[in-house]
């Protein structure tokens, strides 16, 4: 009982509507002296939740906002530069950090957007959260004192500009997702922030915002923020409603929302079919609800049926879309991913080129929004270098390394300014997929969901893409830039069969990863290891840099021909029983290569 008057206390005091099970959850986190991690979209109240939770518990807020170029010293504390020119590296001469504090005072360490910060900062944590200490050097060790509790906000693993955290910093945090609220609930925080606004306005912007969650062109869609945005401004921009509200739509929603890659359309084009769609709505509010229940229900029943077809005829499930003029969305994505696993045998089942297009449009999307929900975040490490400082320049002052060196001299000298600089990642890679007879099916539609990796999240990256079987075929050279959708939709239309010949494709690979400006090389062979045609691949892939194998586990795969491939690349293999386990073993590769990479330079 307790509990849920604290609950109620938080929502009068932070304004807050709704989330009553959410702030009970993260109540009893806090208050046990949990760590909390809050993870949910951008907009739901992360930070208001947590800052809210911490405030009517009376810790005081230490706030850290993620940016990947935080460093570690500015998260324990730094020295004073004047303070140590003048007496040396004293107690005194310590300016703690937020994390110091938060120890010190049995405060709360709030970490907005932690998933945005560099590894190095994240693992820092490590001891804090464990034991309660950490050692900083020349200081000796700090430990919290009762109260101290970390809690964190993150963004969904699919958010562009994020990464995982380490598995050991996230075993430390209890987590509570946030997700959109319900319609009335927005509807009711838009309301409390503009009053006087009339309750249409309200509605037709909680709408818009809400359809871009749901628009098959759009990624990711606009939190309630943008609803709001929408109600300040619209009649300020013009005295009609429809008027206005466009015009605010249009200045809103751009930068709130992340276009699918593979959209034919832009951004404005959808915002205006947006609220075009929204005010060919008449209905009053109430009844809108009402039917909108009645939809949902119907596509419910819709798709149970979809369900019993697919378990029994896909090209049945196909013919019944393309009479209905639709395809799976964001929803159904057992559907699209049940057609790309079978489209090489829907080409051949399916009479109508019109269906056949149909369902390769399909594959294509579910392809990609697969690949995207099982690869999660991926960040590749920058390059940091320590040198002198270039007058005009911006870079991190190396602020220990600096004073070091003009303690030891004892007198400033602007040459001895050391400053770090992070450098972007260059790599080429040369991947090879096997498309003949031994990888068809669902092997080929895995290759595809490695390009897709490749192309879509490690953008940093110049890539060469080649699928062979007797022969090798270059679908994509290092150098050249073409759309995601026309490579998935090549290989899915290549016809596996004929022999195998890994040689081939291997020694193709090497002159066209010849080509990359970067000396930093790398090969991914995807196959089972069975070739049928040429020599060993073994002394082709020794000419590598490093080579790495990925192989599909099959009933004639052959792991003594993959690991020989891979030892003489001076590599690693990877055994695959699914498609589910090539995205995180392409991250894996990349990440060791650009670690590989890294130690080299350095």
């Known amino acids: 009982m307790a509990r849920m008057s604290g609950v109620a206390a938080i929502q009068r005091e932070s304004r807050i509507v709704g989330r009553e099970k959410e702030i009970e959850k993260a109540l009893a986190a806090v208050s046990s002296g949990k760590n909390l991690m809050i993870e949910g979209p951008v907009g739901v109240g992360k930070t208001i939740l947590a800052v809210a939770v911490a405030q009517h518990l009376g810790r005081p807020i230490f706030r850290v906002d993620g940016d990947e170029r935080y ?22 001469a310590f300016i703690p950090g937020p994390l110091t504090s938060a120890m010190r005072e049995g405060g709360v360490l709030f970490m907005n957007e932690m998933n945005r910060m560099p590894e190095g900062v994240q693992n820092i944590l490590l001891p804090a959260m464990d034991e309660g200490i950490i050692e900083i050097p020349r200081i000796g060790t700090v430990r919290s004192v009762p109260g101290f509790v970390v809690i964190g906000t993150q963004n969904p693993r699919e958010f562009v500009a994020t990464t995982a955290l380490s598995e050991a910093l996230s075993d430390r945090f209890e987590l509570l997702l946030l997700d959109y609220q319900s319609e009335a609930e927005e509807v009711e925080i838009v309301r409390k922030n503009f009053p006087k606004a009339s309750e249409e306005l309200i509605d037709r912007a909680v709408w818009i915002t809400r359809r871009t969650r749901s628009h098959p062109n759009i990624r990711r869609g606009a939190s309630v923020r943008a609803a709001m945005s929408i109600v300040r401004m619209s009649e300020t921009l013009s005295s009609d409603l429809i008027e206005g509200v466009g015009k605010a739509a249009h200045m ?29 709505i008449t209905q009053s509010p109430a009844a809108r609800r009402l039917e909108d229940a009645k939809k ?40 699209g991913w049940a057609i790309a696993q079978n489209y090489a045998q829907l080409r051949i089942s399916l009479d109508d080129q019109g269906l056949i297009e149909m369902a390769k449009r399909i594959a294509i999307k579910a392809t990609i929004r697969r690949v995207l929900q099982l690869l999660g975040p991926v960040s590749l490490p920058n390059f940091i270098s320590r040198n002198e400082y270039r007058l005009g320049e911006e870079a991190e002052i190396d602020i220990e390394s600096t004073l070091d060196g003009m303690v030891e001299k004892g007198h400033v000298d602007p040459r001895d300014i050391i400053v770090e600089r992070r450098e972007p990642r260059k790599l080429a890679v040369a991947l090879m997929l096997d498309a003949s ?4 099916g669902d092997k080929l539609a895995i290759a595809t969901a490695a390009v897709a990796v490749l192309a879509y999240r490690l953008k940093t990256i110049d890539y060469l893409l080649i699928t062979f079987n007797d022969r090798p075929s270059v679908l994509k050279k290092v150098n050249q830039a073409r759309n995601l959708d026309d490579i998935i939709s090549d290989l899915l239309d290549a016809r596996a069969g004929g022999y195998t010949n890994i040689e081939w494709a291997l020694t193709r690979g090497k002159e066209e990863l010849g080509l990359a400006s970067t000396r930093n090389r790398v090969g991914i062979m995807v196959t089972d290891g069975n070739f049928t045609v040429g020599d060993d691949p073994a002394e082709a892939a020794s000419r590598y840099k490093r080579l790495f194998v990925i192989m599909t ?25 699914s498609f589910d386990e090539i995205p995180k073993v392409l991250y894996r590769v990349m990440r060791m290569v650009s670690q590989g990479a890294l130690s080299k330079q350095t």
């Not at 947006?274 to 005010?279: D, N, S």
């Not at 007879?437 to 068809?440: A, D, E, G, V």
């Open 296 to 335: 949902e229900e119907f596509e419910r029943r819709r798709r149970s049926e979809e369900e019993r077809l697919r378990s029994r005829d896909i090209p049945d499930l196909i013919r019944i879309l393309e009479q209905n003029g639709e395809e799976p969305l964001s929803g159904d994505d057992d559907i």
């Open 553 to 577: 586990e099959s009933h004639d795969c052959q792991p003594g021909t993959c690991e020989s491939m891979a030892a003489s690349g001076r590599g690693k293999m990877y055994s695959v029983a």
């Open 252 to 280: 809103a929603l751009p930068t709130r929302i992340e276009m699918r890659e593979e959209s034919k359309k832009t951004a404005d084009e959808v915002i205006e079919e947006i609220v075009m769609e929204c005010f060919s």
């Open 437 to 440: 007879l031994s990888m068809s």
């Open 71 to 92: 460093t570690e010293q500015k998260l324990s504390g730094w020295f004073d530069p004047p303070i140590v020119l003048e007496k040396g590296y004293v107690p005194e």
